[in-house]
């Protein structure tokens, strides 16, 4: 249950942090500066140099696989990671990976990983809400407990897992439900766990399948195809799901009202893009976590769409991006939805 970072000290875990940019590597011009600043500026080296006390945990080495800023990643650059997350995963000498992060879309790679990486050594994601320039920057610790649940046996086959204020939280589940405060990354079900001076302390597991259990292998993935979104509101008119369709989308997220609902000046237009082969996937824009139910709102069954459930909309296009390289059919996506 405990990992006693001190007991295994005899042995240390060896932990590969990747970066590739955010705030976590973030600097401002003054100490004040915890919101404005550049992000992605700090290389690997110097974070890992910033943080001593990273050696009592594990023997930690550093690559730098990107350095942006994560509202910019690309489809490509996931592909890039999550190829070498599964070479070193595969490697006899790394016990855990670590990978720092934007905090923006850190839940979607986090996500993306937890599909297709078929590994049971623990990945884990982490970013920080201040730059390491600032006062009380949340960085350091984040790390340090990314690299503790990294090394930590009790970490392996839970999932792709992110380390963000001192929870261990799913990756599937986490979402940035709040963009200014160091509490910033929550799930609607709850975090499994936390990590406390580098232990770990664990409540529950993962339900939905992930990494060894997942029917989806980075290694056959060659490309991702084109997931739009397309966001709801009242007045809203079909504009944006026509224009999606019109630039190639394979499928289209629908952020609905409520239970993924859809205003009837939208309907017949999804009515149509479905006839011409795009999938439509209904999921909800309200706030602390969506709960979209098939045939509720809408007849899914008669529109043959999809409802995304419970994942929101930027992890629903994930999971669509992911689902759509092994099959183009409805009811395959939909288990999928049901399933992972
Ligand atoms: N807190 C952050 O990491 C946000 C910085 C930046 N927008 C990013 O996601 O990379």
Same mark, same amino acid.
């Given at each position: 249950q405990e990992a006693a970072p001190k007991a295994e000290a005899a042995a240390k875990p060896n932990v590969v942090i990747l970066a590739t940019g955010g705030t976590i590597a973030g600097a401002g011009?003054?100490?004040? @500066?915890s919101a404005t600043y550049t992000a992605a500026k700090v290389g690997i080296d110097q974070l890992i140099a910033g943080v001593p006390e990273l050696s009592q945990l594990a023997n930690v080495r550093g690559e730098q696989v990107m350095q942006i800023a994560s509202e910019s990643i690309t489809n490509d650059n996931l592909l890039q990671l999550g190829r070498r997350v599964a070479e070193l995963a595969d490697s006899k000498d790394v016990d855990g990976i670590v990978i720092t992060h934007g905090t923006d879309t850190l839940e979607e790679t986090a996500y993306f990983l937890n599909l297709v990486e078929k590994t049971d050594k623990p990945i884990i994601v982490v970013g920080s809400m201040r730059p390491g320039t600032a006062m009380s920057a949340d960085g350091m610790l984040n790390l340090y407990n990314a690299v503790a649940v990294a090394g930590? +046996?009790?970490?392996? =086959? $839970? =999932?792709v897992l992110v380390t963000m204020n001192d929870e261990i939280q799913s990756g599937r589940d986490v979402? $940035?439900?709040? @963009?200014? +405060?160091?509490?910033a990354f929550k799930s609607p079900w709850g975090p499994l766990g936390m990590v406390v001076e580098g232990n770990s302390y664990w409540f529950r597991l993962p339900a939905k399948r992930h990494t060894?259990?997942?029917?989806?292998d980075i290694k056959d993935i060659k490309s991702l195809p084109n997931v739009g979104i397309a966001y709801s509101y009242g @007045?809203?008119?079909?504009t944006a799901y026509k224009a999606l369709a019109k630039d190639g989308a394979k499928a289209i997220i629908h952020v609905g009202t409520g239970n993924g609902s859809v205003s009837s000046r939208v309907v017949p237009a999804l009515q149509e893009l479905r006839k011409d082969g795009v999938q439509i996937i209904r999921s909800s824009h309200v706030n602390n976590g969506g709960f979209v139910l098939r @045939?509720?709102?809408?007849?899914d069954d008669k529109n043959d769409w999809i409802v995304a459930h419970d994942l929101n909309p930027q992890k629903a296009r994930i999971l669509a991006m992911v689902g759509l390289t092994k099959t183009q059919d409805s009811k395959e996506l939909q288990r999928m939805f049901w399933e992972y």
């Open positions: 011009a003054s100490a004040a @500066n930590s +046996k009790d970490a392996r =086959g $839970k =999932g979402s $940035k439900m709040m @963009n200014i +405060k160091t509490e060894m259990d997942s029917e989806f @007045n809203v008119d079909d @045939n509720a709102e809408q007849p």
